[in-house]
Structure formats: structure tokens, C-alpha cells
């Protein structure tokens, strides 16, 4: 089953201490691009997810971020640095007796002081940590409910686009006949105007065999429908983005020297057909897995 790398996935747990969302979002991408945006409290973990979330997603430029919203007091603010706020209280008190200055603008003055507010390394608990991987978890599983269902709507499509190029080399069959006599009679009459009476019709013969051989488009189209049904088989298999990309590469080269032989307009009208149904594939396949 195809699986799209445009995707997206959401989750949310609650506890007594805080609510937590983490949210996957990403984009095609030939290579695989992490970005993870964690709260402080998390940051040492960013190493150890990223390598369990590339086993995950694999392909693609992915966005993964994770929110938390404490909900006591003391986990939303910075603690006061009590050393630093005493010694500069102690300061502004006998600065504010000496200059006879208002007490009350001291306290005013204490926010705006530098190192007031102490910055302290936040430590998690084996529960919390428990709680990110859960909720990254059910994040990733919509996000690849997500993936799966864009990859169905693309699947049928390719195999819709796919199909579409098979019905146009089967409508060239009729053609290929109409196109060799028409070849054929111009040969013919081209030569008639040269007035050659010595002309060895065997040689002839073997030379027109030789030159519509060469115009043949036998193989070029065999090749096509394996290449075609390669394409509609592989699209079954897993992570086969890259798979199909290169398939549809050999199916371009085909339908290209199909239209370097055809010499013919209603032969070229279906290669250009084939050729725009082979594009909308490549633009498809590139948002493969």
C-alpha cells in the first residue's frame, strides 16, 4: 500500500502537572529532513527521539513539535535568585536612607535587576518522559492514518494514469499497419518518378524489409506494457516511492523512441498523450514514500 510523505498527525494527553500536544506535519522530500522543536524541559532527549523517529518516517521533510502547559505556579515561573535580590535590596536601602529616597520605588527598581531571576536546569521524571513518547506515539499514528489515506487517493490515480497509457498503446495496433503501407506507397512513388527501368525488385525488396524494420515499434511497445505492469505491481509493495520513480524513467525512454519511430501524425498524437499521462505520474510519484 502507497503512503503519501505529505502528512499530518496530532495528539494530546493531560495529568496532574501539565497538558502536552505534539503535532507531526511534513512535505516531499528526495531525502529524509527532521526539524523536532521540544520544551526545555526535553532538550536532552532531542538526539534519542530523532534517531527513533527517522526508523518512523523514513522520507520527506517532517516538522515534529511538542508543547507542554504547566499548570502549577512554581513549574511556570523562574525562582528568584535570593543571594543576588538580598545584596542588591541591602544596596538600594542604604543608598535610599543616604539620598533620603522613597522606600517604595526600591522594590519598583528590583525587577528590572540583572540576575534577579535564576535560570535552573529543569529535570524530568521517568513519568514524563513516559508521557512525550505516548503522546509522540498517537501523534505518529494519525500522522500514518493520514499518510495511508492521501497514499490511496494517489494510487488510484496512478494506476488510473498507468491504465491510460496501456489503452493507448493497444490503440496504436491498428495504426501500425496504415502507417507501413502508407510507407510503402511513398517509397513507391517517389521511385516511379526516378524513371528507373534497371531496378532489381528483389534488392528492392530487401531494402524496403530492412528500412521498415527499422520503423518497427514491436519492442518499444512490449517493453512499455512489462514496464507498465512492473509499475501497477510495485505500486503494492511498501516505501516503493523511489522504485516507481526510476520504473516511470524507463517508461519515458519507450514512449520516447516510440515517437522517434512513429512517422506518423495519429501515431504521435498518441505518444503525446502518453507523454502528458507520464508526467501527472512522475508529478504524483515525487509525494511517494
Not at 496504436?172 to 503501407?181: G, N, S, T
Not at 512499455?224 to 517508461?251: D, P, R, V, W
Request: glycine share 4%; proline share 1%.
Amino acid at each position: 500500500m502507497l503512503r503519501s510523505m505529505t502528512g499530518y498527525g496530532q495528539a494530546e494527553i493531560e495529568n496532574d502537572r501539565f497538558s502536552i500536544r505534539a503535532e507531526f506535519k511534513s512535505l516531499n522530500n528526495k531525502f529524509l529532513e527532521l526539524n523536532i522543536r521540544l520544551p526545555k524541559i526535553w532538550q536532552g532527549k532531542d538526539l534519542e527521539l530523532r534517531r527513533e523517529m527517522s526508523k518512523l518516517v523514513e522520507r520527506g521533510s517532517c516538522h515534529i513539535s511538542v508543547n507542554v502547559n504547566f499548570k502549577n505556579a512554581e513549574d511556570k515561573i523562574l525562582p528568584i535568585n535570593r543571594d543576588v535580590a538580598r545584596y542588591y535590596i541591602s544596596e538600594l536601602s542604604e543608598l535610599s536612607k543616604e539620598f533620603g529616597l522613597d522606600a517604595g520605588s526600591i522594590a519598583q527598581s528590583i525587577i528590572s535587576i540583572p540576575n534577579l531571576f535564576q535560570i535552573v536546569e529543569e529535570e524530568n521524571s521517568e513519568d514524563d518522559d513516559k508521557v512525550l513518547l505516548e503522546v509522540l506515539n498517537q501523534a505518529f499514528i494519525e500522522y500514518e492514518k493520514f499518510r495511508m489515506k492521501e497514499g490511496e487517493m494517489l494510487s488510484e490515480e496512478l494506476e488510473r494514469m498507468t491504465n491510460t497509457i496501456l489503452h493507448l498503446v493497444v490503440e496504436l495496433e491498428p495504426l501500425e499497419k496504415e502507417r507501413m503501407d502508407l510507407i510503402r506507397l511513398n517509397i513507391l512513388n517517389e521511385l516511379a518518378k526516378l524513371k528507373e527501368e534497371n531496378v532489381d525488385k528483389n534488392r528492392f525488396e530487401q531494402e524496403l524489409i530492412y528500412y521498415l524494420e527499422k520503423l518497427d515499434i514491436s519492442e518499444e511497445k512490449a517493453r512499455l506494457i512489462n514496464h507498465c505492469s512492473y509499475f501497477l505491481e510495485t505500486m503494492k509493495a511498501k516505501s516503493s516511492g523511489k522504485k516507481l520513480g526510476f520504473i516511470a524513467q524507463e517508461m519515458g525512454r519507450e514512449i520516447n523512441t516510440i515517437g522517434a519511430k512513429a512517422n506518423h501524425y495519429k501515431i504521435q498524437q498518441r505518444v503525446v498523450e502518453m507523454k502528458d499521462e507520464l508526467e501527472k505520474i512522475k508529478e504524483q510519484v515525487n509525494n511517494i514514500l
